[in-house]
Nanobody, 117 residues
């Protein structure tokens, strides 16, 4: 059973930075694409960024140039460096693995990010 444990969230002022981490267990981590998703208050969960098994990345337009996704296959970890945070970035952030589809292995508890002055 695949498990996702997200960490690194917190309260930060606009313009600040956070580095989210997600530890994955129970799968062959290196062969699957990984992604970050977020759920803002009152909204559905949305895709934020992905990184393929080969290291190719993609981002939702709103975070391009501010967020960077990376992975450490030796540590079975996916990271999300978030810079120049905006209040609109507030939400619960989740990582996931694309095995058959996003969410096919369930979701972790996520990590809360609050951007506020």
């Amino acid at each position: 059973q695949v498990q996702f444990v997200e960490s690194g969230g917190g309260l930060v002022q606009p313009g600040g930075s956070l580095r989210l981490s997600c530890a994955v267990s129970g799968s062959i981590f290196s062969i699957y694409g990984m992604g970050w998703f977020r759920q803002a208050p009152g909204k559905q969960r949305e895709w934020v960024a992905t990184i393929s098994s080969g290291g190719s990345t993609a981002y939702i337009d709103f975070v391009k140039g501010r967020f960077t996704i990376s992975r450490d296959n030796a540590e079975n970890t996916v990271l999300l460096q978030m810079n120049d945070l905006k209040p609109e970035d507030t939400g619960v952030y989740y990582c996931n693995q694309r095995t058959t589809s996003w969410g096919s292995n369930g979701w972790g508890q996520g990590t809360q990010v609050i951007v506020s002055s």
